[in-house]
């Protein structure tokens, strides 16, 4: 069962959470002088309308029409009931998910890729670079920045730039120059490459080496695709599409569920019903991040400051981290690979409005074929998180016999991940 908006029903304004913080949002530091950064620093990596948004205490920021008319080319997304799976497990629950693989590169990320790549083109750049895990983020951005005339050069972690070489192949085929990271091509990369040219890097180094090559390229500046206020921003499209079809049901959610990397797509789904958490409209709601054993970010790091790449390039900010040196296991939810978190999700966790689970990776792949076998779509192995939090709700439900309503966020479809299926269904997936 679907329900489907209008084109003309794709939110017009980006909803911004700050409002609603139960207390300020620590500000990111200066490492050399332990001082608030002031947007001015930002400058050097960003553009003057993204360092605006960065900070912004506004509760709606205008959806520019050139964004709005890429958008268009698949949003609105469309909302699923999941009533195969429902029956499939013999639960009462009611489980609703929003469908973000229908983009062209098959993620949530081009929510924000667009709104990038535009700021950047009205700021006179000329080319962008940026890092990616799994490679979602990176061919969304190449996708993006195709539509504004601009460079993209992208440094993939190198586990993912040999695990996935379809999502390289459509980077390049959208205009990207790929690199593998850490790669001899930066300072930042080349202090790994060298000890070991087969290292299989991790988002902290390619940022790294992204940001690097920002500061010192001209008319270029970097794009971060996850953790930072701006990004989270874009990216509540998701959650406002899914609101209003929510009522179409006749439904509001008794829990909304995300899988957690950085942050960006799980804030997505959530911060526009965190809103009415946060308000008191629905005290009840429980908001639920999901992330991967392998990288525990929420449910075992520190919450304390950090910094966002693994050299230390740039500030400091406070987040739940496992250490920026930290290097995860190679494992196939690369968009889930990161040491730290969004600020804004680490304060609503901290503050106690967002919850976290962890799974290991052969249960979220047992989760994924399930969903797969009932509701058609093979999901991104990041999304199939979401989908374990999602079944053992929908389970506990089955045991108590309650009617609860589960909504959570498909953020990518998993056909660039099939190598991964194929280890799982051989029983060759490693359970690291």
Same mark, same amino acid.
């Not at 209008?6 to 050399?32: A, G, H, M, T």
């Not at 190198?158 to 593998?180: A, C, D, H």
């Given at each position: 069962? @679907?329900?489907?908006?209008?084109?003309?029903?794709?939110?017009?304004?980006?909803?911004?959470?700050?409002?609603?913080?139960?207390?300020?949002?620590?500000?990111? #530091?200066?490492?050399?002088?332990?001082?608030?950064?002031?947007?001015?620093?930002?400058?050097?990596?960003?553009?003057?309308?993204?360092? $605006?948004?960065?900070?912004?205490?506004?509760?709606?920021?205008?959806?520019?029409?050139?964004?709005? &008319?890429?958008?268009?080319?698949?949003?609105?997304?469309?909302?699923?009931?999941?009533? !195969?799976?429902? $029956?499939?497990?013999?639960?009462?629950?009611?489980?609703?998910?929003? !469908?973000?693989?229908?983009?062209?590169?098959?993620? /949530?990320?081009?929510?924000?890729?667009?709104?990038?790549?535009?700021?950047?083109?009205?700021?006179?750049?000329? &080319?962008?670079?940026?890092?990616? =895990?799994?490679?979602?983020? =990176?061919?969304?951005?190449?996708?993006?920045?195709?539509?504004?005339?601009?460079?993209?050069?992208?440094?993939?972690?190198?586990?993912?730039? !040999?695990?996935?070489?379809?999502?390289?192949?459509?980077?390049?085929?959208?205009?990207?120059?790929?690199?593998?990271?850490?790669?001899?091509?930066?300072?930042?990369?080349?202090?790994?490459?060298?000890?070991?040219?087969?290292?299989?890097?991790?988002? =902290?180094?390619? %940022?790294?080496?992204?940001?690097?090559? *920002?500061?010192?390229?001209?008319?270029?500046? +970097?794009?971060?695709?996850?953790?930072?206020?701006?990004?989270?921003?874009?990216?509540?499209?998701?959650?406002?599409?899914?609101?209003?079809?929510?009522?179409?049901?006749?439904? +509001?959610?008794?829990?909304?569920?995300?899988?957690?990397?950085?942050?960006?797509?799980?804030?997505?789904?959530?911060?526009?019903?965190?809103?009415?958490?946060?308000?008191?409209?629905?005290?009840?709601?429980?908001?639920?991040?999901?992330?991967?054993?392998?990288?525990?970010?929420?449910?075992?790091?520190?919450?304390?400051?950090?910094?966002?790449?693994?050299?230390?390039?740039?500030?400091? %900010? @406070?987040?739940?981290?496992?250490? /920026?040196?930290?290097?995860?296991?190679?494992? /196939?939810?690369?968009?889930?690979? +990161?040491?730290?978190? *969004?600020? #804004?999700?680490? #304060?609503?966790?901290?503050?106690?409005?967002?919850?976290?689970?962890?799974?290991?990776?052969?249960?979220?792949?047992?989760?994924?074929?399930?969903?797969?076998?009932?509701?058609?779509?093979?999901?991104?192995?990041?999304?199939?998180?979401?989908? &374990?939090?999602?079944?053992?709700?929908?389970?506990?439900? @089955?045991?108590?016999?309650?009617?609860?309503?589960?909504?959570? !966020?498909?953020? =990518?479809?998993?056909?660039?991940?099939?190598?991964?299926? /194929?280890?799982?269904? @051989?029983?060759?997936?490693?359970?690291?």
């Amino acid at each position: 069962m @679907k329900y489907f908006l209008s084109e003309s029903q794709i939110p017009k304004r980006w909803f911004n959470i700050v409002p609603y913080l139960p207390k300020p949002l620590d500000p990111p #530091l200066d490492p050399q002088t332990g001082q608030p950064v002031s947007p001015d620093k930002l400058l050097a990596i960003f553009p003057e309308p993204i360092v $605006e948004q960065e900070v912004s205490d506004k509760e709606w920021i205008d959806i520019p029409e050139e964004v709005l &008319r890429i958008y268009s080319l698949w949003r609105p997304t469309p909302l699923h009931r999941a009533k !195969n799976l429902e $029956e499939y497990l013999g639960t009462p629950a009611k489980i609703f998910y929003k !469908n973000e693989s229908v983009s062209p590169p098959g993620s /949530h990320k081009p929510n924000t890729a667009v709104a990038q790549a535009y700021y950047n083109k009205i700021s006179g750049v000329k &080319r962008l670079t940026t890092e990616t =895990g799994a490679g979602q983020w =990176g061919s969304s951005l190449s996708f993006a920045t195709q539509f504004f005339g601009l460079e993209c050069e992208v440094f993939m972690v190198r586990v993912s730039y !040999n695990q996935k070489p379809f999502r390289r192949i459509l980077m390049e085929t959208w205009g990207g120059k790929v690199v593998p990271s850490p790669s001899p091509f930066t300072q930042s990369g080349r202090r790994f490459y060298d000890e070991n040219p087969e290292h299989p890097g991790s988002l =902290g180094i390619a %940022i790294s080496e992204a940001i690097e090559r *920002a500061v010192s390229t001209p008319d270029t500046k +970097y794009s971060l695709g996850s953790v930072l206020n701006h990004v989270l921003l874009h990216q509540t499209v998701i959650g406002l599409e899914a609101k209003l079809q929510m009522e179409m049901a006749g439904y +509001y959610p008794d829990y909304v569920i995300g899988c957690i990397g950085g942050g960006s797509s799980f804030a997505g789904i959530a911060f526009p019903f965190l809103k009415d958490k946060l308000t008191g409209e629905k005290p009840n709601l429980e908001v639920i991040a999901v992330e991967p054993k392998a990288c525990p970010t929420l449910t075992e790091g520190e919450y304390r400051y950090d910094y966002g790449d693994t050299v230390g390039l740039t500030p400091l %900010i @406070k987040m739940y981290t496992l250490g /920026h040196d930290f290097v995860p296991p190679p494992i /196939h939810a690369g968009g889930l690979r +990161y040491h730290g978190d *969004a600020p #804004l999700v680490c #304060l609503l966790y901290h503050e106690g409005f967002v919850s976290a689970s962890a799974y290991k990776q052969r249960e979220i792949f047992e989760s994924a074929v399930i969903f797969a076998r009932t509701e058609g779509i093979v999901p991104a192995p990041e999304s199939a998180h979401a989908i &374990r939090k999602a079944i053992d709700i929908a389970l506990e439900c @089955k045991k108590t016999g309650e009617e609860k309503v589960i909504l959570f !966020n498909l953020s =990518g479809h998993g056909y660039f991940d099939l190598n991964a299926y /194929h280890m799982y269904l @051989k029983g060759e997936l490693p359970d690291t």
